[in-house]
T-cell receptor, first 113, second 116 residues
Framework: SQKIEQNSEALNIQEGKTATLTCNYT??????LQWYRQDPGRGPVFLLLIRENEKEKRKERLKVTFDTTLKQSLFHITASQPADSATYLC????????????FGSGTRLQVQP | DTEVTQTPKHLVMGMTNKKSLKCEQHMGHRAMYWYKQKAKKPPELMFVYSYEKLSINESVPSRFSPECPNSSLLNLHLHALQPEDSALYLC???????????????FGSGTQLSVL
C-alpha cells in the first residue's frame, strides 16, 4: 500500500542548531514534493516545492533534498529560532492517477531558546 | 489580497442541524479545495473544484455537499452530521488545478467543527 511517513515523535532542538526532518514514502512515484508549515489551529502554509528531477532546493534558511532512489526527502532549517516551532508536513503529487496532494502526518518541531 | 478567508472560525452543531461553511479568495485562483483534518492527522482531501466544476470527489458521504457559486467562493453544506465528523475543515486554492500549482496551495485558517 502507499504510505507517506514522517517522524511522529516531536523533534526538540536548541536555538541556533540545524533541524532536519524526514519524509519517507513507499509505492509512490511522485512528480514533486512540497513542504508546508502548520501552526496549531491554522491552515498549512506552503514553504518549498522540489521536483523529482531536482536534488536540492534552498530558500533563505530552508533546504530540501529529494532522493527518488531512497524515496526520501529531507527538510533542513539552519540557525533555527523558537519562532520556527511548528508542525512540518510533506506532501506528494503523483505523475498519474489522482491529481491531488497527499499529505504526511507531519513532524512537530520545538526549538528551545 | 493573498488570503483565503474561511467563515465561521468555529461551529458547534447538533446532528439534525443544517449549516454551511464558507470560503472566499480574491487571488484569481481557478482551483479550490476542501480538506478535512483531525487532530494530529494529515489533511485529507474531500473535494476539488476547477473552473467552478467539481473535479474530484473523494467518495465523501452525501451529508457533505460542496458548492462553487463563482470563481471566488466555495461553500460546504452540512446536514445530518455525525460526531465523528468533528474536525478542522480547511479550504485551499491554487492558480490552476494540480500539477501546475508550483506555488503550492494557499490554505485558509479553517473552521473548527464540533458535532454534538
Amino acid at each position: 500500500s502507499q504510505k507517506i511517513e514522517q517522524n511522529s515523535e516531536a523533534l526538540n532542538i536548541q536555538e541556533g542548531k540545524t533541524a532536519t526532518l524526514t519524509c519517507n514514502y513507499t509505492n509512490y512515484s511522485p512528480a514533486y514534493l512540497q513542504w508546508y508549515r502548520q501552526d496549531p489551529g491554522r491552515g498549512p502554509v506552503f514553504l518549498l516545492l522540489i521536483r523529482e528531477n531536482e536534488k536540492e532546493k534552498r530558500k533563505e534558511r530552508l533546504k530540501v533534498t529529494f532522493d527518488t532512489t531512497l524515496k526520501q526527502s529531507l527538510f533542513h532549517i539552519t540557525a533555527s529560532q523558537p519562532a520556527d516551532s511548528a508542525t512540518y508536513l510533506c506532501a506528494l503529487l503523483l505523475y498519474t492517477g489522482r491529481r491531488a496532494l497527499t499529505f504526511g502526518s507531519g513532524t512537530r518541531l520545538q526549538v528551545q531558546p | 489580497d493573498t488570503e483565503v478567508t474561511q467563515t465561521p472560525k468555529h461551529l458547534v452543531m447538533g446532528m439534525t442541524n443544517k449549516k454551511s461553511l464558507k470560503c472566499e479568495q480574491h487571488m484569481g485562483h481557478r482551483a479550490m479545495y476542501w480538506y478535512k483534518q483531525k487532530a494530529k492527522k494529515p489533511p485529507e482531501l474531500m473535494f476539488v473544484y476547477s473552473y467552478e466544476k467539481l473535479s474530484i470527489n473523494e467518495s465523501v458521504p452525501s451529508r457533505f455537499s460542496p458548492e462553487c457559486p463563482n470563481s471566488s467562493l466555495l461553500n460546504l453544506h452540512l446536514h445530518a452530521l455525525q460526531p465523528e465528523d468533528s474536525a478542522l475543515y480547511l479550504c485551499a486554492s491554487s492558480p490552476t488545478i494540480l500539477p501546475a500549482a508550483l506555488e503550492g496551495l494557499f490554505f485558509g485558517s479553517g473552521t473548527q467543527l464540533s458535532v454534538l
